[in-house]
């Protein structure tokens, strides 16, 4: 029964031709039938009751293109509003990689002038240069000092850059916390026996910088891999709004959960 019913919604005019024709018949054989009792003559003629019938047949045609109409409209309206939201969480999406790569790109700048100011090589560069002149004491104090204030402000730049990772601000043994914190104090202790005795020898204060610069870069390139990485998942994957941005509030969750 369903599928005789599915054939004539799918041929709806065809059906409605055939009936049509059919009706049309039955009217005339109806009509062309000589009735002896009078209760059974037509008191309509043949046209019309065509008419009468058509007129209702019209007006029940109207009402089901209506019902057909209203039902297409609301399919429409469904898929417009779906993809209303979509190009809207596509614009938000969007948004949240720019921001991220932004971060990214800052986090990158800040990574590098932290440890361009923290290498033994560039301050043993500056211990050097310094020697050969008139007042090497003089000289390499001034340009440790400078050194120093190079360090402090990249260090704490550094730190800015790092608070949108919560995870890293609120975990004192977080790798890469560690691995900052003694890349820094290991600079802060070179420069400052420098400036205090620019003569006497540092080399085991160079060595241990040269250490804790080496566990920094590790660290270092470990986080930005992970951040990349998160990065390619946003751009490049299939994910959602939702998933993005649970993704990026995944650290702030997991702070939220320690506290």
Not at 83 to 95: F, H, M, P
Request: glycine share 2%; proline share 2%; net charge neutral.
């Amino acid at each position: 029964m369903k599928k005789v019913l599915c054939w004539f919604e799918k041929h709806l005019i065809l059906t409605w031709a055939i009936a049509s024709v059919i009706y049309a018949i039955v009217i005339h054989i109806l009509f062309s039938i000589s009735i002896s009792n009078t209760w059974f003559q037509a008191k309509w003629s043949a046209g019309e009751i065509l008419t009468y019938v058509s007129t209702v047949a019209l007006g029940l045609l109207a009402v089901w293109q209506n019902k057909k109409f209203k039902e297409e409209n609301d399919v429409s309206q469904e898929r417009l509003e779906k993809l209303t939201v979509r190009a809207n969480e596509l614009t938000v999406i969007s948004k949240i990689i720019e921001i991220e790569n932004d971060n990214l790109a800052r986090l990158k700048m800040v990574f590098d002038e932290f440890s361009n100011a923290c290498d033994p090589q560039v301050l043993t560069v500056i211990y050097v240069t310094e020697s050969n002149s008139q007042n090497p004491s003089l000289a390499i104090s001034a340009k440790m000092t400078s050194a120093e204030k190079r360090i402090d402000d990249s260090f704490f730049a550094l730190c800015r850059e790092l608070r949108v990772h919560p995870q890293i601000r609120s975990n004192d043994q977080d790798p890469l916390k560690v691995a900052l914190r003694n890349y820094y104090f290991s600079a802060k202790e070179l420069v400052k026996k420098v400036i205090a005795s620019p003569l006497v020898d540092s080399s085991n204060e160079v060595g241990i910088l040269t250490q804790a610069r080496n566990a920094f870069l590790v660290e270092r390139e470990n986080h930005l891999i992970r951040t990349e990485r998160k990065l390619r998942q946003a751009i490049y994957g299939t994910m959602t709004l939702d998933e993005i941005k649970a993704m990026y509030s995944e650290d702030t969750t997991k702070e939220n959960n320690e506290d």
